[in-house]
């Protein structure tokens, strides 16, 4: 993986990251890469040049036309420029030979960027209605052909908040949601999708009751929590079930051996630091209310719309909850030297603590 070296250029390798599962990797897929967490593939095609890439480009490769399109996009080991990543995607589309994978991916992509695009510049905080339509058509055609990325149910959760699936949930007068109507398999998509999730969260919630720590590292210091079992190590000594910790890479393990071994044999008393952390997780955790598919809530929140004559209307965000979290030191100023919250389901727990130790040594160099 590069080298970090400043935290634009973290910035960037974590967007490509992002961006990459979000539009290359299907719902199955991401979810057989999450049984099996932890092999530090996050980043990996990072490792091959740019120039590369390009090469592979220059013969006519779809899949490195796709990855150069990735790496423009976000700036990753390439200088950035959105409009040729968008032709890239588009050149993908056109090719005679495109598979079925290759056309869902450049469709997702195109997807992603016309999603990020309904942002106005001239009116920061709106969004352009046609731009969000031009988003939902690529999830929407990315579906059809059987390629369902995560960027798609993103989008289509955004959509039925804002009140643009059905005609009755319109907020705005004079305004037809037909359009978006019509898109049925991004919608059958997003409730399969709804369902599934809903199931899940309700089996969490019922491991979570019955061992909540094994959902958060055991190792002091840490500060990475997951939500799904398969993700943590138990540990595989004669320790107490109830006192067994869980980590999320040998790594922390290994750090953690010498305080835990005392623990890890028959007879030994609980391990004070997993029943502590057992204690936190159970007087934190909230019941969720799993009754039907509408008290599903999307990975973003809306409170506020303002309809406005250019066509756009706005949306304040809430807060968004992913998979993993650490807490990164402020070490600009510009958060009131609060700590920053990294929640992420696509960064390894290794890199979301390279994260937080290059904020921290910048803010103790500061100070």
Partial sequence: MKKFTDMEEVQRITQYASLRDACFMTARQWQARQA???DGSTGGPLLRSTADVKRGVASGNLDDMLELALRLYTGA???????SANTLCMTVLGAPNVSRSARGRALSMLAMIHWESRLTKDTPGHWNIDALYRAAS????ACTIGFTAGIACHIGF???RAGFRKQEDVKFPGWSAARFEALTELWRIVDQVKGRMQREQAKRQEKLKKDPAAFVCAAPGCGIEETYKTTLRRCAGKCAMEGKPAYCDKDCQKKDWARHKAFCRDGAPLDDVVASLRHTIEEESKPINLADTDSYQPTLEFSEYEISSDGTFQLVPGSKKQEHRVDIPDSTG???GKDIKILSKNIDPDVLRRFRDLATESKDRKA
């Fill in 36 to 38: 099996t967490a932890g």
């Fill in 77 to 83: 080991s390439a200088d950035q420029d959105r409009d």
């Fill in 138 to 141: 690529f999830a929407n055609e």
């Fill in 158 to 160: 955004d959509v039925e």
């Fill in 334 to 336: 510009a958060f009131g």
